[in-house]
T-cell receptor, first 111, second 114 residues
Framework: RKEVEQDPGPFNVPEGATVAFNCTYS??????FFWYRQDCRKEPKLLMS???SGNEDGRFTAQLNRASQYISLLIRDSKLSDSATYLC????????????FGSGTRLQVQP | IAGITQAPTSQILAAGRRMTLRCTQD?????MYWYRQDLGLGLRLIHY???????GKGEVPDGYSVSRANTDDFPLTLASAVPSQTSVYFC?????????????FGPGTRLTVL
């Protein structure tokens, strides 16, 4: 079973819309996660870290539901510049492991 | 330099040739990584290094080698390139000693093997 599962999308939304996507994870011991964004064929960049029940940064809100083993990302007031692929990444439970990246969820914000 | 740099930005290479992709970071991170990303797929770990002088194999290490002579540099070598190694290669680093684990990525090298 994959460590994380994400709907590949694409999610096509109009500017100004609110969009949310989920990420389910298989390791019940996972305590925290990262959301990365990746623009087409460019390097992934850290969007936010989620260390407990959730995190909010401007228009972006991430929530962690340990009981159901999923993490969500909510984007409010979508901008054209939000168009990207969003990657949900479990933080390793030890300090010396590489991150495992899935293929992410693609978001396309349309004018 | 600020962050991670990679060179070259792109390269077209004949099959059978040897090629080294360079990666340098100036953040004094202890850990460094090499990933490849094929079109439409996620990043796959090739090799990693938790500290200068040590390296380890990732998910797809065959056909690649790495070295970590110092903290800043982590070159990736393709000894004899094959067309299936056509990909975008990303180098990353993280400050594992501080326990953060966030990885910071270089801009990537686009490699085409003909």
């Amino acid at each position: 079973r994959k460590e994380v599962e994400q709907d590949p999308g694409p999610f096509n939304v109009p500017e100004g819309a609110t969009v949310a996507f989920n990420c389910t994870y298989s390791n019940s011991a996972s305590q925290s996660f990262f959301w990365y964004r990746q623009d087409c064929r460019k390097e992934p960049k850290l969007l936010m870290s989620v260390y407990s029940s959730g995190n909010e940064d401007g228009r972006f809100t991430a929530q962690l539901n340990r009981a159901s083993q999923y993490i969500s990302l909510l984007i409010r007031d979508s901008k054209l510049s939000d168009s990207a692929t969003y990657l949900c990444v479990p933080r390793p439970d030890t300090g010396r492991r590489a991150l495992t990246f899935g293929s992410g969820t693609r978001l396309q914000v349309q004018p | 330099i600020a962050g991670i740099t990679q060179a070259p930005t792109s390269q077209i290479l004949a099959a059978g040739r040897r090629m080294t992709l360079r990666c340098t970071q100036d953040m004094r991170h202890n850990a460094m990584y090499w990933y490849r990303q094929d079109l439409g797929l996620g990043l796959r770990l090739i090799h990693y290094s938790n500290t200068a002088g040590t390296t380890g194999k990732g998910e797809v290490p065959d056909g690649y080698s790495v070295s970590r002579a110092n903290t800043d540099d982590f070159p990736l070598t393709l000894a004899s390139a094959v067309p299936s190694q056509t990909s975008v290669y990303f180098c990353a680093s993280s400050d594992q000693l501080a326990g953060y684990n966030e990885q910071f990525f270089g801009p990537g090298t686009r490699l085409t093997v003909l």
